[in-house]
């Protein structure tokens, strides 16, 4: 493994709090460009990534507490979480019917570019948390973000700036051994 690569992936970490600076739509397609480039059985491509920069932050939250089917304290709360951060990346698994490609393994590949694009935010400078929850696959959920069929949200990348000092190495390391076997 090419040291850069290996060291971008040591030095990531999920950044909770973060600032109202955050990457343009130019920006974005960039590192979507770069990570997009994960692994794809059959070249289909089976994602998308939908950008919420302002109030749809907010018909987000709406959403969220609706699915939840709370109102008063608990929906204002749970409604106030997707303005964490001033921009979230939906990721959306675009499946459909493949005689080689199952659809665990559609949605697996965007869950790649998922993790890809946390990578190269990350490396870039900026703040990444993954979320995900119990309504992310909520109907009004769904058609707050318009999706399709075949279309199945898998989370959101929340997307900031990195506060000054805000790094840290809190993320323990991997007990790689623990984790792997090898067949002969």
């Given at each position: 493994?090419?040291?850069?690569?290996?060291?971008?992936?040591?030095?990531?970490?999920?950044?909770?709090?973060?600032?109202?600076?955050?990457?343009?739509?130019?920006?974005?397609?960039?590192?979507?460009?770069?990570?997009?480039?994960?692994?794809?059985?059959?070249?289909?491509?089976?994602?998308?990534?939908?950008?919420?920069?302002?109030?749809?932050?907010?018909?987000?939250?709406?959403?969220?507490?609706?699915?939840?089917?709370?109102?008063?304290?608990?929906?204002?709360?749970?409604?106030?979480?997707?303005?964490?951060?001033?921009?979230?990346?939906?990721?959306?698994?675009?499946?459909?019917?493949?005689?080689?490609v199952a659809v665990w393994e559609q949605?697996?590949?965007?869950?790649?570019?998922?993790?890809?694009?946390?990578?190269?935010?990350?490396?870039?400078?900026?703040?990444?948390?993954?979320?995900?929850?119990?309504?992310?696959?909520?109907?009004?959920?769904?058609?707050?973000?318009?999706?399709?069929?075949?279309?199945?949200?898998?989370?959101?990348?929340?997307?900031?700036?990195?506060?000054?000092?805000?790094?840290?190495?809190?993320?323990?390391?991997?007990?790689?051994?623990?984790?792997?076997?090898?067949?002969?």
């Amino acid at each position: 493994m090419a040291a850069p690569v290996r060291d971008a992936m040591l030095a990531r970490r999920s950044a909770p709090k973060v600032t109202d600076a955050a990457p343009d739509d130019d920006q974005l397609l960039e590192l979507l460009e770069a990570a997009g480039r994960v692994a794809d059985h059959g070249a289909l491509r089976p994602w998308r990534v939908v950008a919420l920069r302002g109030d749809a932050r907010a018909r987000l939250g709406t959403a969220l507490a609706g699915a939840a089917g709370f109102s008063g304290e608990q929906g204002a709360r749970l409604s106030g979480k997707p303005l964490r951060a001033p921009l979230l990346l939906a990721i959306v698994a675009v499946t459909r019917p493949h005689h080689k490609v199952a659809v665990w393994e559609q949605e697996a590949v965007a869950a790649g570019v998922a993790h890809q694009l946390s990578l190269v935010l990350d490396e870039a400078g900026w703040g990444v948390m993954w979320r995900t929850g119990p309504h992310t696959r909520h109907p009004l959920v769904a058609e707050m973000h318009g999706l399709a069929e075949g279309e199945r949200l898998l989370g959101w990348l929340y997307v900031g700036g990195v506060p000054a000092g805000a790094r840290s190495d809190r993320t323990p390391g991997v007990d790689a051994a623990s984790r792997f076997s090898s067949l002969g």
